[in-house]
């Protein structure tokens, strides 16, 4: 097995109630020395989703969508349509993301160890804890879609009165705290595909252990969750914007792996 050897920032253990862990944009560097190794394996892993949410889109669309594309095209403004092109295309993003994450997962934590692995590797060595993984992510998935589904559903029905801007607004601050409750669901279960992975743990035990760790860890991950936000928000920027946001997402996708392992080592779960 090749391996590689990685600088990662240091733990500091100052005495007080948890460790004094590195800022969020520490990560950036270590993450992208990580990616690297295994640049190829990751890049394959993640253009499966595309290539199939792509090829179901163009079977199924409808004249409907053909017609918007072509009018959006003219307008920016225009009324998108959501037709059977775009569901099948959602519905075959959905299962391709689960069907290579827990591969994804465990090529990520591979790298951020210095270990070289390929495609078929990933996809055969992550056989054995496949379900487990898709449970720990459709459980969080769905944990997060209830506490926004109002929000959701307020929106739609919004839509059909006749001034939906003034009802959705009010409709923004009334779920506000499921919205909060959301994010912080995602927060606490930031890391559980990482503890079903690594430790091979049942999918409850790594939710749990996940938990433990988010709340004793301060803003050890409130940090690594802000900076991916950041750079989502780079494909604003015009021109540039789409190509800085996909360089540096992939730059810092072995980030919360890298946080694992740090938590792993001040054992806080």
């Known amino acids: 097995m090749v391996k ?5 920032p240091k733990i500091k253990y100052t005495g007080g109630s948890r460790p004094d862990f590195p800022s969020g944009f520490s ?3 270590p993450s992208w020395q990580a990616i690297k190794i295994n640049l190829i394996t990751i890049l ?3 253009l499966i989703p595309i290539l199939l949410s792509t090829a179901a889109v163009i079977i199924f669309r409808s004249p409907a969508e053909v017609a918007y594309v072509q009018e959006v ?3 920016p403004q225009a009324t998108p349509v959501i037709g059977p092109g775009v569901i099948s295309s959602f519905i075959a993003t959905v299962i391709s993301t689960l069907l290579v994450g827990a591969a994804l997962t465990l090529t990520l934590l591979k790298s951020t160890r210095g270990e070289k692995i390929d495609f078929l590797q990933a996809i055969k060595q992550s056989g054995r804890f496949f379900w487990r993984h898709v449970f720990v992510v459709v459980a969080t998935g769905l944990a997060v879609l209830i506490c926004l589904a109002p929000l ?3 929106a739609y029905l919004a839509s059909k009165q006749a001034s939906p801007s003034t009802i959705y607004e009010w409709a923004v601050v009334a779920t506000l705290p499921l919205m909060v409750l959301a ?3 995602v927060q606490r279960l930031l890391l559980g595909p990482f503890y079903v992975v690594a430790r091979d743990d049942s999918a409850i035990d790594s939710m749990k ?3 433990r760790a988010a709340r004793r860890s301060g803003w050890a991950l409130w940090q690594i969750m802000g900076v991916s936000v950041l750079f989502a928000m780079l494909n604003y920027i015009p021109t540039l914007g789409t190509i800085l946001s996909l360089m540096f997402s992939i730059a810092y996708a072995a980030a919360p792996a890298l946080r694992y392992r740090q938590f792993d080592e001040a054992k806080l779960s």
Do not use: G
């Open 4 to 8: 590689f050897k990685l600088k990662s």
């Open 27 to 29: 990560l950036l560097k």
């Open 44 to 46: 394959e892993l993640i």
């Open 73 to 75: 095209a003219r307008n």
């Open 152 to 154: 959701f559903a307020t």
């Open 183 to 185: 994010i912080v669901l």
């Open 209 to 211: 252990a996940s938990s």
